[in-house]
């Protein structure tokens, strides 16, 4: 019955930007926790952004460099991936990710996620 529904992925030009989207169809008791990941062809899931259940504490892998933003409209339940100045090597399939638990700061880790979406292609090319 729950589902996260990506959307928002496509081919950019390097420099460009994108903005992700993520929505999941069943309201939680609490807020959700959000975060993304991302797998590059031949390389293992890998953590881009997260942002706990009061939608203040954000974290960001080091890929992301300052170029990424995570932010969440828990009234919509939905979560959000801005991606500025993207590079060649953003090229991956991002996923997002919902945990009901509570959490101030999200998780790093795929396992502290209990929903997933399907994922959305992100190609840049140069």
């Known amino acids: 019955q729950m589902r996260l529904v990506e959307s928002g992925g496509g081919r950019v030009q390097a420099g460009g930007s994108l903005r992700l989207s993520c929505a999941a169809s069943?309201?939680?008791?609490?807020?959700?926790?959000w975060g993304w990941f991302r797998q590059a062809p031949g390389q293992e899931l890998e953590f881009v952004a997260g942002i706990g259940w009061t939608g203040r504490r954000t974290r960001y892998g080091d890929i992301v460099g300052g170029r990424f933003t995570i932010s969440a409209d828990n009234a919509k339940n939905t979560a959000y991936l801005q991606m500025n100045t993207l590079k060649p090597e953003d090229t991956a399939v991002y996923y997002c990710a919902a945990t009901g638990v509570i959490r101030e700061r999200a998780g790093v880790r795929p396992t502290d996620y209990e929903y997933w979406g399907q994922g959305t292609q992100v190609t840049v090319s140069s």
């Open positions: 069943v309201r939680p008791l609490s807020n959700y926790a």
